[in-house]
């Protein structure tokens, strides 16, 4: 049972536009959510966060989005460059559990 | 900022043989670290949660007879894959965190492990 899902396997987008990362989840528990970048054989960088008492979190050119009565959240970097090609995660947790519920990842590819 | 430190980055086993992966966190200490494993191009499924002291918390269909985890200190946790095979083959991650809220989890780089 697949409690975080990205959808799309891959994108691709232009240098200089805008990336958006989706990510959907079924368990109303969730309250905090947290999008990771990875490289081939390296482990997850942290990138940014959320918690289900906001809507919107900013960091930079890093912006994450939650629509909870939805159980929808998305990522959003703008302007994209070619070092953030990667695969990109979220995952999610609530208050009390310690563990990170991941999803299947979305591979970006920035096209110079 | 936090580090986590892993290795062996990449181990080469025989089927068979045991191979212990080590994880520590280098200037923080780490109350919980979770052992993960990737397949090509899937998730990264939780295997275990370990707190320092105590047994490991396995998730369902994790055989911890075949991958023992021992977390000894505040700073070091260690998996070992016992009579490792070729389906044992996969990518091994370990995080920490020191804050237990879902918050603040630093990951380690990674063990490829290959066994032939």
């Known amino acids: 049972d697949q409690q975080v899902k990205q959808n799309s396997p891959s994108l691709s987008v232009q240098e200089g536009r805008i990336s958006i990362l989706n990510c959907d989840y079924t368990?109303?528990?969730?309250?905090?959510f947290l999008w990771y970048k990875k490289y081939p054989a390296e482990g997850p960088t942290f990138l940014i966060s959320?918690?289900?008492?906001?809507d919107k979190n900013e960091d930079g050119r890093f912006t994450v989005f939650l629509n909870k009565s939805a159980k929808h959240l998305s990522l959003h970097i703008v302007p994209s460059q070619p070092g953030d090609s990667a695969v990109y995660f979220c995952?999610?947790?609530?208050?009390?559990?310690?563990?990170?519920?991941f999803g299947t990842g979305t591979r970006l590819t920035i096209i110079p | 900022g936090a580090v986590v430190s892993q290795h062996p980055s990449r181990v080469i086993c025989k089927s068979g043989t045991s191979v212990k992966i080590e994880c520590r966190s280098l200037?923080?200490?780490?109350?919980?670290m979770f052992w993960y494993r990737q397949f090509p191009k899937q998730s990264l499924m939780l295997m275990a949660t370990?707190?320092?002291?105590?047994?490991?918390?396995?998730e369902q269909g994790v055989e911890k007879d075949k991958f023992l985890i021992n977390h000894a200190s505040l700073t070091l946790s260690t998996l070992t894959v016992t009579s490792a095979h070729p389906e044992d083959s996969s990518f091994y991650i370990c995080?920490?965190?020191?804050?237990?809220?879902?918050?603040?989890?630093?990951f380690g780089s990674g063990t490829r492990l290959t066994v032939v």
């Open positions: 995080s920490a965190t020191t804050t237990g809220t879902g918050v603040g989890y630093t």
């Open positions: 368990n109303s528990m969730f309250d905090y």
């Open positions: 959320i918690s289900s008492i906001k």
């Open positions: 995952a999610a947790s609530y208050f009390g559990n310690e563990k990170l519920t």
């Open positions: 200037d923080f200490q780490a109350t919980t």
């Open positions: 370990s707190n320092e002291g105590s047994k490991a918390t396995y």
